[in-house]
T-cell receptor
Framework: DAGVTQSPTHLIKTRGQQVTLRCSPI?????VSWYQQVLGQGPQFIFQ???????GRGNFPDRFSARQFPNYSSELNVNALLLGDSALYLC??????????????FGDGTRLSIL | GEDVEQSLFLSVREGDSSVINCTYT??????LYWYKQEPGAGLQLLTY?????DMKQDQRLTVLLNKKDKHLSLRIADTQTGDSAIYFC??????????FGSGTKLNVKP
């Protein structure tokens, strides 16, 4: 089975632009979470979606938004990009939510660079 | 909020054992996880432990949990150069939200 897939792998944008990142979960997984990993730090939780509904939100500004589609894939949108948004954006999927015994499986991420 | 702390670096010789430590603050954490990240890649799930367990062994990996002290460790036996990577400890509570430490960079010398 394919793992979590993310696209694109790399992206370069300028300040003020908008970006959309995409994620396809492992087959059978209904939950998708998004994380931001700044260089030298651990991943920071941004959003979690389950059955197309937002189930959790981290401490990120409203410039960050996401959605989940009927096929459980997801998009992360970031508006009005800032230099500080440069990071590796990771998507993770799990079968369900509500039980912390569901390991999250990560994709290889999208490397976003803001010039 | 949740706070997970790890030492930043660990250097060992090939064949030795590596022990990576982690402390966490959220007493409601039900599962604790270890992930490995190689350069340019995402996070690879290594193992996880339920909070009512003290120890879990999986081939070369041993996880020890001291719930009273909120201390978690990952022991890698017979460490190989291919084990060189950054290792992240994560706690999960509530709706499967994961909180990660800053990672421990393991360097294995031949």
């Amino acid at each position: 089975d394919a793992g979590v897939t993310q696209s694109p792998t790399h992206l370069i944008k300028t300040r003020g632009q908008q970006v959309t990142l995409r994620c396809s979960p492992i087959s059978g997984h209904k939950s998708v979470s998004w994380y931001q990993q700044v260089l030298g730090q651990g991943p920071q939780f941004i959003f979690q979606y389950y059955e197309k509904e937002e189930r959790g939100r981290g401490n990120f500004p409203d410039r960050f938004s996401a959605r989940q589609f009927p096929n459980y894939s997801s998009e992360l949108n970031v508006n009005a990009l800032l230099l500080g948004d440069s990071a590796l954006y990771l998507c993770a999927s799990s079968r369900t939510v509500g039980d912390s015994n569901q390991p999250q499986h990560f994709g290889d991420g999208t490397r976003l660079s803001i010039l | 909020g949740e706070d997970v702390e790890q030492s930043l670096f660990l250097s060992v010789r090939e064949g030795d054992s590596s022990v990576i430590n982690c402390t966490y603050t959220d007493s409601s954490s039900t599962y604790l996880y270890w992930y490995k990240q190689e350069p340019g890649a995402g996070l690879q799930l290594l193992t996880y432990i339920f909070s009512n367990m003290d120890m879990k062994q999986d081939q070369r990996l041993t996880v020890l949990l001291n719930k009273k002290d909120k201390h978690l460790s990952l022991r890698i036996a017979d460490t190989q150069t291919g084990d060189s990577a950054i290792y992240f400890c994560a706690e999960a509570s509530g709706f499967n939200k994961f909180y990660f430490g800053s990672g421990t960079k393991l360097n294995v010398k031949p």
